[in-house]
C-alpha cells in the first residue's frame, strides 16, 4: 500500500495515472468518447492521499496498481487495476488481486467485490477475458446494475450504453478455514 504521504510525488502520481489510463484505453477501448481518459492525476492524488492505492513493483519500478476500498457490511472492494501488458502472464495481476483479498481480511472483511463495465448490446474482447478470469480466480457475478445509477458524470462520457456487473467472493477468513479443517 503506498502511505498517504506518497500523495505529495507529483511523479508518482502521474505515472499511476499514466499506467492506469494507457491499460484501460486497451481494455476499455469503443465504451468511451474520443478523448476520455479513465482517471486523472487529481483523482490519483485523492485515492493515493485516502490510502486506498497498493503498488507492485519490480526491479524498484511500478509495473501495476490496484484501488483497495472498505465498503460497509463487511465488504472490500477493489478496482483500477492495472498491469503493464508486457508483463501479463507473469502473475503481477493475480498477486495484485491476492493483496487486495489480503487486505479486505485484515480489515475484517469476508466479501470481496469488483465492478467490470461492459457494453451492453455488444461484447467486447477484454471484457471476455476479464470475465473468465474473474470467474477462475472465485468471482461470481451477483448483480448487473447501470452505471448511470452510480456515476451520472461518467455515465456522459460514455460512447455506447454501458453496464456495471458486479462480481463477489467470499473471501476464506481465518475461523472460517479452522472450522473446515475441524469438521472435515
Given at each position: 500500500?503506498l502511505?498517504?504521504?506518497?500523495?505529495?510525488d507529483?511523479?508518482?502520481?502521474?505515472?499511476?495515472?499514466?499506467?492506469?489510463?494507457s491499460?484501460?484505453?486497451?481494455?476499455?477501448?469503443?465504451l468511451?468518447?474520443?478523448?476520455?481518459?479513465?482517471?486523472?492525476?487529481?483523482?490519483?492524488?485523492?485515492?493515493?492521499?485516502?490510502?486506498?492505492?497498493?503498488v507492485?513493483?519490480?526491479?524498484?519500478?511500478?509495473?501495476?496498481?490496484?484501488?483497495i476500498?472498505?465498503?460497509?457490511?463487511?465488504?472490500?472492494?477493489?478496482g483500477?487495476?492495472?498491469v503493464?501488458?508486457?508483463?501479463?502472464?507473469?502473475?503481477v495481476?493475480?498477486?495484485?488481486?491476492?493483496?487486495?483479498?489480503?487486505?479486505a481480511?485484515a480489515?475484517?472483511?469476508?466479501?470481496?467485490?469488483l465492478?467490470?463495465?461492459?457494453?451492453?448490446?455488444?461484447?467486447?474482447?477484454?471484457?471476455?477475458?476479464?470475465?473468465?478470469?474473474?470467474?477462475?480466480?472465485?468471482?461470481?457475478?451477483?448483480?448487473?446494475?447501470?452505471?448511470e445509477?452510480?456515476?451520472?458524470?461518467?455515465?456522459?462520457?460514455?460512447?455506447?450504453?454501458?453496464?456495471?456487473?458486479?462480481?463477489?467472493?467470499?473471501?476464506?477468513?481465518p475461523?472460517?478455514?479452522g472450522?473446515?479443517?475441524?469438521?472435515?
Amino acid at each position: 500500500m503506498l502511505s498517504s504521504v506518497a500523495a505529495t510525488d507529483v511523479r508518482l502520481t502521474a505515472a499511476l495515472t499514466d499506467l492506469i489510463n494507457s491499460v484501460y484505453a486497451v481494455a476499455e477501448e469503443g465504451l468511451w468518447v474520443e478523448g476520455a481518459a479513465r482517471t486523472t492525476v487529481e483523482r490519483v492524488t485523492t485515492l493515493v492521499r485516502a490510502g486506498e492505492m497498493a503498488v507492485a513493483r519490480l526491479d524498484g519500478q511500478i509495473v501495476g496498481c490496484v484501488r483497495i476500498q472498505i465498503l460497509v457490511g463487511g465488504v472490500g472492494e477493489f478496482g483500477m487495476l492495472a498491469v503493464w501488458p508486457r508483463l501479463r502472464g507473469i502473475g503481477v495481476g493475480r498477486d495484485l488481486v491476492r493483496f487486495a483479498e489480503d487486505a479486505a481480511r485484515a480489515k475484517r472483511c469476508d466479501t470481496m467485490q469488483l465492478e467490470v463495465l461492459v457494453p451492453r448490446e455488444w461484447s467486447h474482447p477484454a471484457k471476455v477475458f476479464l470475465t473468465r478470469w474473474y470467474t477462475r480466480i472465485g468471482y461470481k457475478v451477483m448483480r448487473i446494475g447501470t452505471i448511470e445509477e452510480s456515476d451520472p458524470e461518467l455515465a456522459r462520457l460514455l460512447a455506447t450504453p454501458c453496464d456495471f456487473v458486479i462480481y463477489q467472493k467470499q473471501l476464506e477468513t481465518p475461523r472460517r478455514a479452522g472450522m473446515r479443517n475441524e469438521h472435515g
